[in-house]
């Protein structure tokens, strides 16, 4: 059954095979065999219980409200969950606990599906292996010692890599919503996308993941790091079950006003898609130093059966590429020098049980509450704003996202989609990983995905092969702002005939 489509999945409900309660019981019962790759930081087992006994009630009464009822669905712990403490993996959260919903959860619970649990993060989505959270490490199921088997072939056999020495990243800052998706504990997940942070773990985990446009989904109740970059993204393992759980929760929100009123029509994949009538771009500078050679190689391959498939492929150029990181560094660190002003140790946040002075409260509070990561972004996005620095660094960073954003309106009037790595290698080792300190992992991690933030377009990670050590790697697909519905449909199409391995937890 957790091998199943959404879609094959809503079929089985409505037709009696299985009970949602039962099938919630095996989600949980997943969830707990693969605990140890602390992907979860709470299991909503009795919340999840109930409302898979009201789902039950509904097909039972022949009023299924969509085909995600009775389907189990995880979030990443910076949504906000009414009555469910939600954290953002900080100390400073570790007691909150929300008195509403996020749109999109509350979009997910009108729908009928059942939230199983909040996933681990980066705290405050901060960097790109979820490695930086209270909650400790997630780790890939990848490379693990957890027995699995891609298709009918077993890769593991469940000897314990000593020490931990092939543990593998499971990307970030999304790496526990990745995790759940890969082992079968979920269905779909949640993720939070400001640079890339559900795209390279879904890469990573191999899994389809989707950053949707900017404005296409509301990002009320997401505990914001950049406001002008956040999109909720949704990761799943097939681009069908990405697409059923996108025409669910996008749409305009009268409390978010980014998002924008547009006539909304469902995303319908068809598998007769006629792939000769996309014309493929392929990024010339997305082909950077440190890139693997077995991703250069992917990235290749995909590009040519795309060709022989009679789709137009051409090499194209977005020259503002190579500034992305360092416009994002300055863009990021000054929206978190924002964002982070509320954490004050008053109204809620982690409070200092002695204080001498309201200023000793708001250092206290933010030296216990914040890792060193959030505490340097902070410091570094007030220097890049303070008056003599505020044209030199700020406004030059808006300057040159500027440029990024025209770069890929002028390449849209040329071809439909952009074909690109999502990160430069198979998932690394844990303990390599873990040796460069956050800034460089994520200038690094973040080459290929971070431009599609700056412009707001929709971007897709979809795994297309194994590498030789039969770890997965995956390949970007970008479209114009608003087009999910040609970004999914060659996406499928794409899937269809890569048909990557699922992996299947022994």
Request: aromatic share 8%.
């Amino acid at each position: 059954m957790l091998k199943l489509s959404i879609s094959e999945v809503a079929s089985t409900l409505r037709d009696g095979k299985i009970s949602p309660i039962d099938l919630c019981e095996k989600c949980l019962s997943r969830a707990d065999k693969v605990k140890k790759l602390n992907a979860f930081v709470r299991i909503l087992k009795n919340e999840s219980l109930n409302c898979a006994s009201e789902s039950q009630i509904k097909f039972q009464h022949g009023k299924v409200r969509s085909k995600i009822e009775g389907v189990a669905i995880a979030v990443k712990d910076n949504f906000c969950t009414k009555g469910i403490t939600t954290t953002c993996s900080s100390k400073m959260l570790n007691d909150f606990v929300p008195t509403y919903n996020a749109t999109v959860v509350q979009r997910l619970k009108d729908a009928g599906s059942i939230l199983i649990g909040k996933t681990n993060m980066d705290e405050f989505a901060m960097g790109s292996g979820t490695v930086d959270s209270i909650h400790g490490v997630t780790k890939n199921i990848w490379g693990s010692d957890i027995p699995y088997m891609l298709g009918n072939k077993s890769v593991n056999d469940g000897i314990p890599s000593k020490g931990g020495t092939f543990e593998r990243v499971a990307g970030g800052s999304s790496g526990g919503s990745a995790v759940a998706v890969a082992t079968g504990s979920c269905f779909a997940a949640l993720g939070s996308d400001t640079g890339g942070s559900t795209r390279n773990p879904a890469a990573y985990c191999g899994i389809v993941g989707l950053k949707p446009t900017y404005g296409s989904v509301s990002r009320f109740g997401l505990i914001p790091l950049v406001n002008s970059m956040d999109v909720p993204g949704i990761m799943a393992r097939s681009v069908s079950d990405v697409a059923d759980v996108f025409n669910v929760i996008s749409g305009f929100d009268e409390n978010d006003s980014t998002t924008l009123e547009r006539d909304k029509s469902a995303v319908v994949l068809n598998d007769s898609f006629n792939i000769s009538s996309i014309k493929v771009g392929i990024p010339k500078e997305y082909h950077c130093p440190g890139m693997s050679p077995v991703v250069i190689d992917a990235w290749k391959r995909v590009a040519n059966l795309l060709e022989e498939a009679g789709a137009t492929v051409s090499q194209v150029s977005l020259p503002h590429t190579g500034y992305s990181i360092a416009c994002y560094s300055v863009l990021n660190q000054c929206e978190v020098a924002s964002n982070m002003a509320r954490y004050d140790g008053l109204e809620y946040g982690l409070r200092p049980e002695q204080t001498k002075s309201t200023e000793q409260l708001y250092a206290d509070s933010r030296k216990h509450g914040f890792n060193d990561v959030v505490r340097g972004r902070i410091l570094a996005g007030n220097y890049f704003l303070i008056q003599s620095n505020y044209e030199k660094y700020f406004m030059k960073a808006m300057k040159v996202r500027r440029l990024i954003a025209n770069d890929f309106k002028n390449v849209w009037s040329k071809v439909d989609v952009l074909l690109t790595p999502v990160t430069l290698s198979e998932p690394p080792l844990l303990k390599e990983f873990i040796k460069l300190d956050n800034r460089e992992q994520c200038s690094t991690q973040d080459y290929c995905t971070q431009p599609a933030n700056m412009s707001g377009c929709p971007a897709i990670s979809i795994p297309v092969c194994l590498s030789a050590s039969s770890l997965p790697i995956s390949l970007q697909l970008m479209a114009p702002n608003f087009q999910e519905q040609s970004l999914l449909s060659a996406s499928h199409w794409l899937e269809n005939q890569l048909n990557f391995p699922k992996l299947e937890v022994l």
